[in-house]
């Protein structure tokens, strides 16, 4: 089977693999459809490492439709169906796991990861993940919508932890495809109104037609013309839809009284800061609350929502790349150009 394999940052390359052979309990997966997330983007380039070991298999963002199994399947799937798979096996045993944070456990391992990922035709998933119910049964969608499923999720989680479902009002900095799930997620949740900020025009065209009630280029004069727009209310939620100090350091003058901040990107650098007057937190009671990856009852829950049709993701599906052009899949993820790339292992 084709395989593409990260042996060292920059050093990815497309082997043809043996079929992983099955233990008792475990399941085979046949990989549809999956999508390059910036995290992979930034492992290849080697400007991530934490988690990180080689050589590994890329791709958490996939779905898959079930192949073989090593024993009977577990009640909600049957050979053939099309699955999400969520991608994370927390320890159940540390702090975090026991505080109710199982998706930051440090001990932790993950397809894409530790175990191979979706950048392969074919999946083995591990006992354990079966019989934790990482596999989740998502008949009727697309191979891409199902694949949205995790980056949704991860969204989900984050709004979340902001508490959007008490928000009026959000803004999202950054109309990538996950501010675009972003402020699709926040309508759901019934967020009255929402802004979307972003430099390319396109970009805000999506964003209106993702729900967005207005949208603006960043500039000099942007923070006020969203405080004006909330009536000089503020915003409630704002969400860091791009790893960039400048998606929040502008509009701090636009936040409410009580405003919550979801660092919902990674960051490149290590060091990044962000900077907020000690005293504006104090004064105003503001939150800032970070995202990483999701649960799996959020995962759960938003296959559920894809399922139903009531959250429409198709089109945040982007240019689907055969897995013999791997690279080339990445660098147009790392572009910015399209909406959520894949590699395409059968293609
Ligand atoms: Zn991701
Ligand atoms: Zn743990």
Not at 9 to 33: A, H, M, Q, W
Not at 253 to 266: D, H, I, T
Not at 319 to 336: F, H, K, N, R, Y
Request: charge should be negative.
């Amino acid at each position: 089977m084709k395989q593409a394999v990260l042996h060292a940052p920059l050093d990815l390359k497309v082997e043809d693999n043996d079929i992983p052979t099955l233990e008792s309990g475990d399941v085979l997966l046949r990989v549809e459809s999956a999508l390059v997330c910036g995290t992979d983007v930034r492992i290849y380039e080697g400007r991530k490492k934490r988690n990180v070991s080689y050589p590994t298999v890329m791709g958490h963002e996939f779905s898959a439709t079930v192949a073989d199994s090593a024993g009977p399947l577990p009640a909600e799937l049957s050979l053939g169906d099309l699955v999400c798979v969520y991608p994370l096996l927390p320890c159940g045993e540390c702090v975090a796991c026991t505080r109710d944070h199982p998706n930051i456990c440090r001990n932790r391992i993950a397809f894409g990861y530790q175990l191979p990922g979706g950048f392969s035709q074919l999946v083995r998933v591990p006992a354990a993940a079966v019989r934790a119910g990482n596999v989740v049964p998502v008949g009727g969608i697309s191979p891409g919508a199902a694949a949205i499923v995790e980056p949704l999720a991860c969204a989900y989680n984050g709004q979340r932890l902001a508490s959007a479902r008490d928000a009026q009002t959000m803004l999202v900095s950054g109309c990538g495809p996950l501010g675009l799930m972003h402020i699709r997620l926040a309508k759901q949740l019934g967020v009255q109104r929402i802004v979307a900020v972003d430099p390319i025009p396109e970009r805000r065209v999506t964003a209106e037609a993702s729900g967005a009630d207005l949208t603006l280029a960043p500039g000099d004069d942007t923070a006020r013309q969203v405080l004006d727009w909330t009536g000089g209310a503020g915003i409630d939620v704002l969400v860091m839809a791009v790893g960039r100090t400048d998606a929040l350091h502008p509009y701090l003058s636009a936040l409410a009284p009580g405003a919550r901040v979801s660092v919902f990107a990674g960051f490149s650098g290590e060091g990044t800061a962000l900077e907020i007057p000690a005293n504006d937190i104090h004064y105003n009671e503001w939150t800032v609350v970070g995202a990483s990856s999701c649960r799996l009852d959020d995962f759960r829950e938003v296959a559920a929502m894809v399922r139903s049709g009531a959250l429409q993701v198709d089109d945040l599906v982007g240019t689907q790349v055969p897995i013999d052009d791997v690279v080339d899949a990445i660098e147009l993820a790392a572009s910015g150009r399209d909406m959520r790339v894949g590699v395409a292992p059968w293609a």
